[in-house]
């Protein structure tokens, strides 16, 4: 079992930027692939980047490729999510998720663990 905890959402100007970062508890958290994934008002959940089980290899996003930057440090049991280059369009409430799967297959179909989502707000 994994629980995960998002913070450090917020308000923030377009160009500006934030860290979110996913807190994880259980032993376990190391083992796996980890990702952050956001839904925007009226619109789908949607994949953002994706991160091994030991930061090796990250996935991301065509829309924050090159702006966002994934990353995790094991012996915090966290995961974080640095945002610069905010634009409006990146509007939404975040969530981090933990699978027992590769870091493609996460984030095609999510993962089996979900925390409660930040909110991020951009305004132009």
């Known amino acids: 079992q994994v629980q995960l905890v998002e913070t450090g959402g917020g308000l923030v100007q377009a160009g500006g930027s934030l860290r979110l970062s996913c807190a994880a508890s259980?032993?376990?958290?190391?083992?796996?692939?980890m990702g952050w994934f956001r839904q925007a008002p009226g619109k789908e959940r949607e994949f953002v980047a994706t991160?091994?089980?030991?930061?090796?290899?990250?996935y991301y996003a065509d829309s924050v490729k090159g702006r966002f930057t994934i990353s995790r440090d094991n012996a915090k049991n966290t995961m974080y999510l640095q945002m610069n280059s905010l634009k409006p369009e990146d509007t939404a409430v975040y969530y981090c998720?933990?699978?027992?799967?590769?870091?493609?297959?996460?984030?095609?179909?999510?993962?089996?663990?979900w925390g409660q989502g930040t909110q991020v707000t951009v305004s132009s």
């Open positions: 991160i091994s089980w030991n930061g090796g290899s990250t």
């Open positions: 259980g032993r376990t958290f190391s083992s796996y692939a």
């Open positions: 998720a933990a699978g027992d799967s590769d870091i493609i297959t996460i984030a095609t179909m999510g993962g089996g663990y």
